[in-house]
């Protein structure tokens, strides 16, 4: 069965950074695209962007840009998202999702708290 | 971007009751909607994709129907495992877009 296993959860200070990891399993990686979903606390969700495992070409929603780096290590299955230059109002929980022309499956959640 | 406005934002209802939560998207998507199902802690699961497809293994008690810019999620007779927060997701256009959600609460 599919499944999206992401890292756990982190504390980082004000300009700090942080990189989310995101195994797949359960069915072939480089098949179908990732995307990053952001759910800050109390707030719907945002979509961060998407990543193509087949090209490694990422693409970010606006106001995701710069600090936002989606990668890969397709030679594990996974996927990772990397924040840099930590601000509070990055606190939330990210989710990795896979795309099938639509987002089906969700990893389960990475709560990235920021604070001094 | 596309606007996904969904309604109610929560809403309270009793087993057996009929349970409508609407998405307007502020552009035509055809039929490019799904729904999702979340509970506290847990990964989204999508009940329903394509606007009205129902996912394997999901009660049939859930329906979808709409095109174009207006589409609605049903559940006929809830049940009291029902009770979670429910949102939509346009796959139209980039960047995807998601409505607000909606907690139900089953009594």
């Known amino acids: 069965q599919v499944q999206l296993v992401q890292s756990g959860s982190e504390l980082k200070k004000p300009g700090a950074s942080v990189k989310v990891s995101c195994k797949a399993s359960g069915y072939t990686f480089t098949r179908y695209a990732m995307n990053w979903v952001r759910q800050a606390p109390g707030q719907g969700l945002e979509w961060v962007g998407w990543i193509n495992t087949h090209t490694g070409n990422p693409t970010y929603a606006p106001g995701f840009t710069g600090r936002f780096v989606f990668s890969l290590d397709t030679s594990v299955s996974t996927a990772y998202l990397q924040i840099t230059s930590l601000k509070t109002e990055d606190t939330a929980v990210y989710y990795c999702?896979?795309?099938?022309?639509?987002?089906?499956?969700w990893g389960q959640g990475t709560l990235v708290t920021v604070s001094s | 971007d596309i606007q996904m406005t969904q309604s109610p934002s929560a809403l309270s209802a009793s087993v057996g009751d009929r349970v409508t939560i609407t998405c307007r998207a502020s552009q035509g998507i055809k039929n490019d909607l799904a729904w999702f199902q979340q509970k506290p802690g847990k990964a989204p699961k999508r009940l329903i994709s394509?606007?009205?497809v129902l996912e394997s293994g999901v009660p049939s008690r859930f329906s979808g129907s709409g095109f174009g810019t207006e589409f609605t999620l049903t559940i006929s007779s809830p049940q009291p495992e029902d009770s979670a927060t429910y949102f939509c997701l346009q796959h139209n256009t980039y960047p995807r877009t998601f409505g607000q959600g909606t907690k139900l609460e089953i009594k």
């Open positions: 999702a896979r795309d099938s022309g639509a987002i089906d499956y």
């Open positions: 394509a606007t009205y």
